[in-house]
């Protein structure tokens, strides 16, 4: 018995130690290349397209950042300021895009709302 306890013990921990590892939050740039890189490959988007994508991501993460952080809102006050500044990017992309590529973008948000209706 505290022979198995010692060795389950320790493979516990490694695992919770690599969980928590996981779940650190990132920079709002770091945010940024990640987002920019994964729109980049799924859309098939040019160099241009992507240094005017960066910048749009850039102004959007940051404004969400402020509107999380703003602790004199209240809840609906910060979604509504969220739908605005997400309006905004999204209407910003679209103006890069090609309309092959606002497709792909349609339908991989159509795919992201049903995953998130399931994992809700």
């Known amino acids: 018995m505290k022979r198995t ?15 928590g590892q996981e779940t650190t939050s990132l920079t709002p740039e770091q945010k940024v290349e990640r987002d920019t890189k994964k729109m980049q490959i799924a859309l098939k988007l040019t160099d241009q397209q ?8 850039l102004i959007k993460t940051t404004g969400l ?17 969220r739908n605005q500044i997400q309006g ?17 973008f ?3 948000q159509e795919e992201n709302r049903k995953k998130n209706m399931i994992t809700k």
């Open 65 to 81: 950042e402020a509107v999380n952080a703003d602790t004199t809102t209240t809840i609906e006050v910060k979604k509504m300021k």
């Open 5 to 19: 306890l010692s060795l389950v013990i320790p493979v516990l921990l490694f695992i919770a130690t690599i969980y």
């Open 88 to 104: 905004k990017f999204q209407v910003n992309l679209k103006s890069i895009l090609t309309p092959e590529q606002k497709e792909m």
């Open 106 to 108: 349609s339908k991989l």
């Open 50 to 57: 992507t240094s005017k994508l960066k910048t749009f991501n």
